[in-house]
């Protein structure tokens, strides 16, 4: 999860090797959540500008989730996973394991219809002024009116109160998931680019072994 730059991957080319099969892309987005609220909004593009607007004009409640329940984040998870077609993102109980672990660091907002039903909810690990995605999940009724939209400009919103000044927006996905990858980068962020998985074993057959071992994984996902 190291910044990409040309000292270390010389370093690392030496004595190890790139994968044949990657488990992930190894980018993902960097946003700057600091500057008043109009200044952040002009950094978003014109459709997530507008998306966001709609958002707000559903008269749906966007609140901080000051107990965030593990049950009902997995029922919209699993809601989310069926009509995306989605494999499980978390189980319950890992839900359960992170907002215990992590407490206050754990910043989760919900944006709930006008019945208190939650439509959808996003959540961020905060360390002194750096914060990481790691919770978004909506409801089909939820992205009808935007309301992931509505949740991340308030998660931002609070990460500017709290002092955060670098977000993470943990993983993109350009052309396996060009959805998300969107909505991310119409919020404003940059393109970041880590240092990105590598490997090595003792002998040369076990590499080969090892990433059709992973190909094979990834094929039966």
Known sequence: MRKENPL???AMVSTWFRPEYPLH???SMEYIPVGDESERIGRTSKNWGRNLRRAQKQGNTVRLWK?????EMYRVYREMQEYKSL????SEE?????LRRFGTRCVVIRCDDAEGKLLAFRGALLFGNRGWD??????AEGRKVYASHAAFWELMNSCVEL????????GIDPEGAKGVYDFKKGTGADHLKFLGEWDEASFPILRKVSN???KWRLRSA
């Open 87 to 90: 494999g499980e993102q978390f």
């Open 8 to 10: 270390d991957e010389h």
């Open 134 to 139: 790691i919770f978004a999940a909506s409801t």
């Open 94 to 98: 890992a839900l359960a394991s992170i």
């Open 67 to 71: 107990s965030p329940d593990a049950s």
């Open 163 to 170: 002092g955060v000044k670098w977000y993470d927006m943990s």
């Open 25 to 27: 892309t190894g980018l």
């Open 212 to 214: 059709l071992i992973v």
